[in-house]
């Protein structure tokens, strides 16, 4: 089993900035590949980004259209940790955002291991 807890969120005007951080626990040999999610209210939850490594240490990175430019994600393996850094952001990024585990792909069925959700409010 993999634990994930993410912290980070808030409030936030709109141009402003938050790091989301997801650190894992227990076989973190299973996330070798990570995502970031976010749910709005009324709608379907919606990848952000993710991060995985080939068996060559290779790592590949992808973005959802709509963060492109602001959003960077970024993994510190020796803390377990995932990030997503969050720029100028915009009202229609308000969320609740959870990270997953487990699949290196932007389909939020595939991934084994889910954070409990965090969430992410940006005013006009």
């Known amino acids: 089993q993999v634990q994930l807890v993410e912290s980070g969120g808030g409030l936030v005007q709109a141009g402003g900035s938050l790091r989301l951080s997801c650190t894992a626990s227990?076989?973190?040999?299973?996330?070798?590949?990570m995502g970031w999610f976010r749910q709005a209210p009324g709608k379907e939850r919606e990848f952000v980004a993710n991060i995985r490594r080939d068996m060559r240490y290779i790592t590949y990175i992808e973005y959802t259209d709509s963060v492109k430019g602001r959003f960077t994600i970024s993994r510190d393996n020796a803390k377990n940790t995932l990030y997503l850094q969050m720029n100028s952001l915009k009202p229609e990024d308000t969320a609740v955002y959870y990270c997953a585990a487990g699949s290196g792909t932007r389909d939020a069925q595939k991934y084994a291991y889910w954070g409990q959700g965090i969430q992410v409010t940006v005013s006009a």
């Open positions: 227990g076989r973190t040999f299973s996330t070798n590949a």
